[in-house]
């Protein structure tokens, strides 16, 4: 699975829009986008995946550029409860990986007041 | 109903001992993984079992021994608990390929 990169921490004021940056310089075709999110001590959460579309839930949008290199989760009006580690995963749906999620340093999210 | 139940939620143990962590899902998924999170925070994958035979075993100590009796339990079992053994232990379930991904609650083992 490619490798991704994201920044260690960021903060976002309440109600306003949290926009989570992901580089993944080296993915391949097949491989999909996943973001999950892990609040403090709790099992990490599905957030959003995608391929190469912009894709929106009632979570999140994710916006994949058209190079695929790089993206961005989007929380469209952060709360406090979005405090959180988000993970930026690349992996392949297709089953090669068996399901197997490759887990970085994420990004720490904190909402503030 | 919790999706995918592990028990116990805390463990306090002491070096040497022998422990095991269970794991329930009822998402009748097919596929069932052990993760371990160590104290920076990192997440790793364990094991994976895909309707109850096992798929990923990373590199893990033989001293540990997962076990699946059925598609819906993946148990853990730590042999001779080291003080290196202390992490949250994450079991998760999906649908083959890894759809529906769904973790548990993780369970506190602490070796002292």
């Known amino acids: 699975d490619a490798k991704t990169t994201q920044p260690p921490s960021m903060d976002c004021a309440e109600g306003r829009a949290a926009n989570l940056p992901c580089n993944h310089s080296t993915i391949s075709g097949n491989e999909y986008v996943y973001w999950y999110r892990q609040i403090h001590s709790q099992g990490p959460q599905y957030i959003i995946h995608g391929l190469k579309n912009n894709e929106t839930n009632e979570m999140a949008s994710l916006i994949i550029t058209e190079d695929r290199k790089s993206s961005t989760l989007i929380l469209p009006h952060a709360t406090l409860r979005d405090t959180a580690v988000y993970y930026c995963?690349?992996?392949?749906?297709?089953?090669?990986?068996?399901?197997?999620?490759?887990f970085g340093q994420g990004t720490i999210l904190t909402v503030h007041p | 109903d919790t999706a995918v139940s592990q028990t116990p939620k805390y463990l306090v143990t002491q070096m040497g001992n022998d422990k095991s962590i269970k794991c329930e899902q009822n998402l009748g998924h097919d596929t069932m993984y052990w993760y371990k999170q160590d104290s920076k925070k990192f997440l790793k994958i364990m094991f994976s079992?895909?309707?109850?035979?096992?798929?990923i075993n990373e590199t893990v100590p033989n001293r540990f021994s997962p076990k699946s009796p059925d598609k819906a339990h993946l148990n853990l079992h730590i042999n001779s608990l080291e003080l290196g053994d202390s992490a949250v232990y994450f079991c998760?379930?999906?649908?083959?390929?890894?759809?529906?991904?769904?973790f548990g609650s993780g369970t506190r083992l602490t070796v002292v």
């Open positions: 995963i690349v992996r392949d749906a297709g089953g090669t990986s068996y399901g197997k999620l490759t």
């Open positions: 998760a379930s999906s649908q083959p390929g890894g759809y529906g991904y769904t």
């Open positions: 079992y895909n309707n109850k035979e096992l798929i």
